[in-house]
């Protein structure tokens, strides 16, 4: 939405395998929930900070989804109203990648920057994207069979959210939020 | 028309008020035919009350927020009073964050708040062996 953002998935377009801190690249299994890819940094917050790819084609996948980051908020060390905050916001655009985009992809990203912890989503879909996002985030727009509180409710849930969406070109929402605040 | 699937849900029927609850696990698939055999079970046990058990439920996303309205709504249709019971402190902040108030929807503390709110009392004493009076 705002030039100059950090959007993480823009340089994994493409490059669904392999993606580490630093310019270094390493390849390593991260997650007992067998991810679609997984990798590890190799910063110096390797054991920390990694992240895990998910894909959201079917119904079974939104739950084993909100498994994955249900255990990856538990293990950024969120409290049970974060917890609760971060996987219904991950339910809510996963969902949205589901129904509306024809399916997509889900990471899971553990952020662990100078000693803070957090945990980052992003959501991709190919679907035919959003035209109209500030639309699309106010409450009760729907073209879908929920409520209309998806997009704007996931911002409302997380400290930090970005979309970037065309027409035709498909959506990815990356959210953050922080175990610190 | 196929019936909907069984949604392993169990539906119980005490007196006039039906008792069940929904799973963490539902998937929407299986909370949409949930929503039919509840409905069917309103006509055919003539039910004045439904009881829903939502302690299991880790989240509710906008998805589930809709379904449990569209069930009380539908219900209250058929003559029904709905109850929802055992919302989770973390998932009433969420939801409120989220912008869903459930509008509509009557909710309790717990399933025997509930169950009392439909009509249905502890009993002053448990029962016991006859002729054995309690203290």
Known sequence: MMPGDALTAGAQVGRPGVRARGGAEAAAPSSAHAPVYGEAGAGPDADAERSSRYEVRCEEDLLTVRHAVREATVRAGFGIVDQTRVVTAASELARNAYVHGGGGTLEVRLLAPGGRRGLRLTVRDEGPGIPDVETALQDGFTTGSGLGHGLGGARRLMHDFQVRTAPGRGTTVVVTRWNDR | ?135
Not at chain 2, 86 to 99: D, H, K, Q, S, Y
């Open chain 2, 1 to 135: 028309m196929t019936p909907p699937r069984p949604t392993g849900v169990p539906i119980l029927r005490l007196g006039d008020v039906l008792v069940t609850g929904l799973l963490n696990e539902l998937d929407d698939t299986s909370a949409l035919a949930f929503t039919a055999e509840l409905t069917e079970r309103i006509v055919s046990d003539g039910a004045r009350g439904v009881l829903i058990d939502i302690s299991r439920l880790e989240i509710i996303d906008s998805f589930v927020a809709r379904t449990l309205t569209e069930l009380t709504t539908m219900a209250r249709l058929l003559g029904a009073r709905v109850i929802v019971a055992g919302m989770r402190p973390a998932v009433a902040i969420t939801l409120v964050e989220l912008g869903l108030r459930l509008t509509g929807v009557e909710t309790a503390l717990n399933a025997e708040q509930g169950l009392t709110a439909l009509g249905w009392q502890r009993m002053p004493h448990p029962p016991g062996p006859p002729g054995k009076a309690r203290p």
